[in-house]
């Protein structure tokens, strides 16, 4: 189980670096759903199995799906593509890496200065529990994630219509 | 079955810088938008970290509103990129920098 979260983990940030870094943007999203899968079998093997069925069903399938259909849609032509290509040519990502070099050398003190007595108990969290603890004591969070959603499609209703 | 909780944790950092770096980096919005969709996955990561660390079921919950979340961003961005492209027929984000109509 070790030598899949280690393998997963590697795979899901080779497949991450290469989405960001592609200038077809139906190769970058698809290697981004690859990615999403690897990040399901990582939280499998975190003791997830209910939040990695979610990240395969609701994200890599319905959210990346349409994403990867309205890119489709937007037709890009050979003439994007090269612009596409000029824009990420290699003086560009100097400044960015430098800044987020700085921030990861940050935000990773306080995790290496963590002394190895940390081992946690393992535990399995099943979906059951998600439930319950979802539809009893978090139920007003629940309303509120129906009310964005709801505010998203009247959005979309309305930013989509045709003028 | 014993991976210390601080490695879940790294990678989900890592995870967020690479989304970062792509926000920071790209000028198409596809791949803005994409960015961002990185980087809230790395926040559900570190949520599931968090979950396991203490066998609480919160963290899955958590996970379920950052869907929630991406995917009501993600609805309206792609309605708005879909605009930009009809309306300057580029998908360069510096290229919508007037506040205005332009008629």
Known sequence: MNAVFYAAAALALLTTALAITRSNPVHALLYFVLSLLFMAVIFFTLGAPFGA???????AGAIMV????????????????????????????MV???????????????????HAGLQAAFHIVTPQAVGIKLFTGDLAAVELASMLLLAGLVAAFHLGRRQ | MSIAWPVPAA???????????????????????MSIEIMLNAAGLLFITAGMRWGNPDGQIML????????AELALGLVLLLR???????LDGDAADLLRDTA
Do not use: C, H, Q
Not at chain 1, 53 to 59: Q, T
Not at chain 1, 85 to 91: G, S, T
Not at chain 1, 96 to 114: C, D, G, M, N
Not at chain 2, 16 to 32: A, C, E, I
């Open chain 1, 53 to 59: 069925a979610l990240e395969v069903i609701v994200y």
């Open chain 1, 66 to 93: 349409l994403f990867l259909f309205v890119t489709m849609m937007l037709a890009l032509d050979k003439l994007s593509l090269r612009r596409e290509r000029d824009w990420i040519a290699k003086p560009i990502w």
């Open chain 1, 96 to 114: 960015p890496i430098i800044l987020v070099v700085l921030l990861a050398a940050e935000l990773a003190r306080p995790l290496l200065s963590l």
């Open chain 2, 11 to 33: 990678l989900a950092l890592g995870l967020f810088l690479l989304g970062l770096l792509g926000l920071l980096t790209r000028r198409n919005l596809v791949f803005v938008l």
């Open chain 2, 64 to 71: 379920i509103f950052v869907f929630n979340l991406a995917g």
């Open chain 2, 84 to 90: 930009l492209r009809n309306r300057l027929t580029t």
